[in-house]
């Protein structure tokens, strides 16, 4: 039997989906060891083979199949639009991706204006304004700290995820519009969904049966 591959999201999401495989018998001791600075671990009774990535990675790896599955946030999943299956919404790290700024910006997106809009995901924000609004935008990458964006005057607006709202508070900014709700998703490879149909099938309903 050849080892499956699981390429899992480091930060926020790793805890709660290590806590979800853990409760769906198909954890990893291993992983827990926090000061271990091995990058792959083994769940031989299984053989199952782990690892922690960049959340913007983990759709990669299991593009590529160097992971058979992966667990990534909806975020991730819709910005890097690549060719993998979504299987389960496993439903923790619930958060909205949305349209945020001063609250005098929300005029701005009532008529069709042409705003700056700053996010770390110009993918999900062109599909956003061009498709569904209709709005011609100019959008604005940046890499983190994207509500500094419309305080300092680089963008009027920002696109961006909302979690407990607390960022957007301490600034003075407010949500104007909803994109969509996010949370972290199940993906698999798609070779490996025909190859490992049966393998993959247990492991998908093991972690259905435990959120
Ligand atoms: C995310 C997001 C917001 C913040 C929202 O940033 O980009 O800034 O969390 O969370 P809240 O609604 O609970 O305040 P993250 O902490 O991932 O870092 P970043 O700003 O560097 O992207």
Same mark, same amino acid.
């Given at each position: 039997m050849r080892y499956l591959t699981f390429a899992l999201t480091k930060g926020r999401l790793a805890d709660k989906t290590l806590a979800a495989l853990e409760k769906s018998g198909?954890?990893?001791?291993?992983?827990? $060891?926090?000061?271990? #600075?091995? =990058?792959i671990f083994v769940n031989e009774e299984y053989k199952l083979k782990f690892f922690l990535a960049k959340g913007p990675d983990v759709p990669t790896y299991v593009e590529h199949g160097a992971a058979d599955i992966g667990v990534s946030g909806k975020d991730i999943i819709m910005e890097e639009n690549m060719n993998i299956y979504e299987v389960l $919404? =496993? #439903?923790?790290?619930a958060c909205r991706m949305c349209i945020c700024g001063p609250k005098e910006a929300g005029e701005l997106l009532k008529h069709h204006e042409m705003i700056k809009v700053a996010t770390k995901y110009p993918n999900i924000c062109k599909d956003y304004f061009?498709?569904?609004?209709?709005q011609t935008v100019d959008i604005i990458k940046l890499n983190g700290s994207i509500e500094l964006a419309p305080i300092v005057g680089l963008s009027d607006v920002i696109c961006d995820i909302v979690e407990t709202g607390s960022t957007l508070r301490e600034n003075g900014l407010v949500v104007l519009e909803e994109v969509c709700p996010l949370s972290a998703r199940v993906v698999v490879n798609q070779v490996s969904m025909r190859m490992e149909a049966e393998r993959i099938g247990k492991i998908i309903n093991a972690l259905k049966d435990n959120i």
């Open positions: 198909i954890g990893c001791d291993e992983m827990k $060891d926090k000061s271990s #600075r091995k =990058l $919404d =496993l #439903r923790f790290g061009y498709n569904k609004k209709h």
